[in-house]
């Protein structure tokens, strides 16, 4: 588990991922047993992916809420050309706590995609 501090916000990873069972790629709510009373836990997936090498990494302490728009400081990491992967489906996430008072957010911003939150 990973604790960042953003801006007087705080911002946790939860849990990450690399078969997730989610095919789409989507943000959505979700209940998490380790997300506090004042937070929400929110699972972004970047879907269905044809072989390993795929993740998503935390680049640094950068979040904000931005409008209707959770903005992270993540990157979605593919393989490189020509990397030795492993040749099997894989759908990575990683599963995020923001404030509470995020929830209302209509998106997830992260530092190479947007992904609506379904409801």
């Given at each position: 588990?990973?604790?960042?501090?953003?801006?007087?916000?705080?911002?946790?990873v939860?849990?990450?991922?690399?078969?997730?069972?989610?095919?789409?790629?989507?943000?959505?709510?979700?209940?998490h047993?380790?997300?506090?009373?004042n937070?929400?836990?929110?699972?972004?997936?970047m879907?269905?992916?044809?072989?390993?090498?795929?993740?998503?990494q935390?680049?640094?302490?950068?979040?904000?809420?931005?409008?209707?728009?959770?903005?992270?400081?993540?990157?979605?990491?593919?393989?490189?050309?020509?990397?030795?992967?492993?040749?099997?489906?894989?759908?990575?996430?990683?599963?995020v706590?923001?404030?509470?008072?995020?929830?209302?957010?209509?998106?997830?911003?992260?530092?190479?995609?947007?992904?609506?939150?379904?409801?």
């Open positions: 588990m990973s604790l960042f501090h953003y801006s007087g916000d705080t911002f946790r939860l849990d990450e991922g690399l078969n997730c069972t989610v095919y789409e790629p989507t943000a959505e709510l979700v209940s047993a380790e997300s506090g009373d937070e929400q836990a929110i699972i972004i997936a879907g269905e992916r044809s072989s390993g090498g795929y993740y998503f935390v680049q640094t302490n950068n979040a904000e809420l931005a409008g209707t728009t959770i903005k992270l400081d993540i990157t979605q990491v593919a393989p490189e050309p020509g990397m030795i992967t492993t040749s099997a489906l894989t759908s990575p996430c990683i599963t706590a923001v404030p509470k008072a995020w929830q209302t957010a209509e998106s997830v911003a992260i530092n190479n995609a947007e992904f609506s939150i379904a409801r």
